[in-house]
């Protein structure tokens, strides 16, 4: 784990590879396994694979154009109502985007340990990437990650 934490970094920059099922997969595995609240699990991931949908994703994120590189893009909702029938206001304001925030963060550690980078994307539009990833419910968006192999040591 310490080198995990230690090579962890944003990148911003992918090469044209893509992530295997089996390896995707364990990224997912690694999200589902995160703590929640009361085990109630008040979030859910979008996989995003298909090019046109990574290009309208990178211009509801202000143009960050270096989402549609990656291979992968994982978008992580809440739940809100599903931690709030236990917790009530606690748990829809805060439980839910903690659940949501862990599963994030070990899909991220999980790749690392895959060698695939990723960044923590959260300047985006939120209606925008709803209409997007056509979510109509209550369900908010609070965190787009690229995931691919890094270009970084292939530049300069
Ligand atoms: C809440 C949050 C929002 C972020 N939003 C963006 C973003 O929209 N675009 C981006 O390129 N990086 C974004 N980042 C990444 C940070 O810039 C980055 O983690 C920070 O500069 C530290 O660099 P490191 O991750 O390489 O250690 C975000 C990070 C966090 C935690």
Redesign the pocket.
């Known amino acids: 784990m310490n080198d995990i934490f230690r090579i ?3 990148v ?1 920059s992918y090469q044209d590879q893509e992530i295997g099922p089996e390896k995707l997969q364990e990224i997912l595995d690694a999200a589902d396994s995160a703590p929640s609240a009361g085990n109630l699990k008040a979030r859910e991931v979008v996989v995003v694979r298909d090019p046109k949908v990574k290009r309208e994703l990178a211009e509801a ?2 143009n ?1 154009g ?1 989402i549609t590189e990656a291979p992968v893009a994982l978008v992580f909702f809440t739940v809100p109502s599903r931690s709030a029938q236990k917790y009530g206001q606690r748990g829809q304001e805060l439980y839910a985007l903690q659940d949501a925030t862990i599963a994030a963060s070990f899909a991220w550690m999980q790749a690392v340990m895959l060698h695939i980078s990723s ?6 539009d939120e209606e925008a990437v709803k209409e997007i990833l056509n979510i109509k419910g209550e369900e908010r968006p609070i ?1 787009l990650m690229p995931f691919g192999y890094s270009a970084e040591s292939l530049m300069a």
């Open positions: 962890r970094h944003s911003r994120a202000m960050q270096f960044c923590w994307v959260g300047a985006f965190v």
